[in-house]
């Protein structure tokens, strides 16, 4: 299907509404259902999501490889130490944000 700018969204949980992301990026939970499904999988009640309907509205900004990059070491340290049961808090989106903010500028690129 299409979105209102003529984006091409797929229908499947990872563009449905009823989403809800987990700490894996391969589950995300159904609101809906009230379970957890494959970011691929579909249902009848699947509903475009906000952000899927704001594709090519324009006014958006890219993240940088960077801070991606240290945002996926920083959970990837924070999923071995719950593995090996160290108990550790887990820091929140804004917090790394601005841990990388402090050390390396903006986390988005510059256009």
């Known amino acids: 299907m299409r979105n209102s700018h003529g984006i091409e969204v797929k229908e499947c949980c990872a563009s449905c509404r009823y989403k809800d992301l987990t700490r894996l990026m391969t589950a995300r939970f159904c609101t809906e259902h009230q379970k957890s499904v494959k970011p691929n999988g579909y249902c009848k009640q699947w509903a475009i999501s906000e952000q899927m309907e704001a594709a090519g509205r324009g ?4 993240k940088r490889r960077a801070y ?3 945002l ?8 071995l ?3 090996l049961g160290i108990r550790a ?10 841990e990388f903010e402090k050390n390396q500028g903006s986390i988005y690129l510059s256009l």
């Open 89 to 98: 808090p887990h820091k929140t989106i804004d917090q790394i944000r601005e």
């Open 72 to 79: 996926l070491e920083v959970r990837a340290d924070e999923s």
């Open 68 to 70: 991606l990059r240290y």
């Open 81 to 83: 130490a719950d593995q």
């Open 59 to 62: 006014g958006g900004q890219v």
